[in-house]
């Protein structure tokens, strides 16, 4: 659904803009179309012949691609003030993933065209954007190898790592994943299935390393996870 009056709306809290001028921003903002999307409604379809850059002003989102079974994996969970789309904005070929609203959403979209003209004439954002980049191909390689080395139990307990990092530790050591991770989430993230997400959740809380509260996970010993992820990757 488009939104009829934007007046209330900026892309001031857009990361990779906040190199630019207020001025800049707004003058990128008035060359954005801008949608409303409610929860679990199609953004982006995989394959499609979209080119447009699209901020997320507001709400969450899912990438995820679908293997030829129709099975889910999700490629990242993103927040408001992030961007995506770039690399069919930037190559011109078809989307490399399928994008879900996890919440209301609002999302700006600018054109190919303006986005790469921007890119031309502000080095600074052009240097967030080869960041982002650069971060996505660690991230898929690390992805890479914990798919074609570590068994389902591991991987399970990699994503936990991950999770925890992004929490941050504690001072006791601990992290707090809240709300608690969905089964069926964590199981697409690391192509398993709920039940071995589960069943690997429980015997974790068997041996102490997590604990599960009203609307928390704890992950207890954030150092024993860590040695348990590295123990298998070899590190």
């Known amino acids: 659904m488009t939104v009829d009056d934007t007046s209330s709306l900026s892309l001031d809290r857009i990361e990779p803009l906040a190199v630019l001028s207020p001025e800049v921003r707004a003058d990128i903002a008035r060359l954005c179309s801008w949608k409303r999307f409610g929860p679990h409604e ?7 012949d979209t080119r447009d850059l699209l ?14 079974s129709g099975r889910e994996l999700t490629l990242d969970d993103l927040k408001e003030g992030a961007f ?16 879900m609203s996890l919440t209301e959403t609002v ?18 954002f052009a240097m967030m954007v080869m960041k982002r980049l650069a971060s996505m191909v660690r991230a898929s390689t690390d992805r890479i190898i914990d798919l074609s080395t ?13 999770q925890a990092r992004l929490a941050g530790e504690r001072d006791d050591g601990s992290a707090i994943l809240k709300p608690i991770p969905v089964h ?41 996870l860590e040695e348990m992820v590295e123990e298998v990757r070899g590190e």
């Open 42 to 48: 199609q953004i982006i379809d995989r394959q499609s």
């Open 55 to 68: 901020f997320l002003v507001r709400g969450s989102v899912r990438v995820v691609i679908y293997s030829v």
């Open 84 to 99: 995506l789309g770039e690399l069919s904005a930037i190559d011109g070929h078809p989307r490399s993933a399928s994008v």
């Open 107 to 124: 999302i700006a979209s600018l054109s190919a065209e303006h986005f790469r003209r921007l890119l031309a004439q502000h080095s600074d």
């Open 150 to 162: 570590l068994g389902a139990n591991n991987r399970v307990h990699a994503e936990l790592l991950r």
């Open 184 to 224: 069926g989430d964590m199981a697409s993230r690391v192509s398993t299935t709920r039940e071995t997400v589960a069943r690997v959740l429980n015997d974790l809380a068997r041996q102490g390393l997590v604990r599960r509260e009203r609307d928390a996970l704890v992950i207890v010993d954030l150092a024993r």
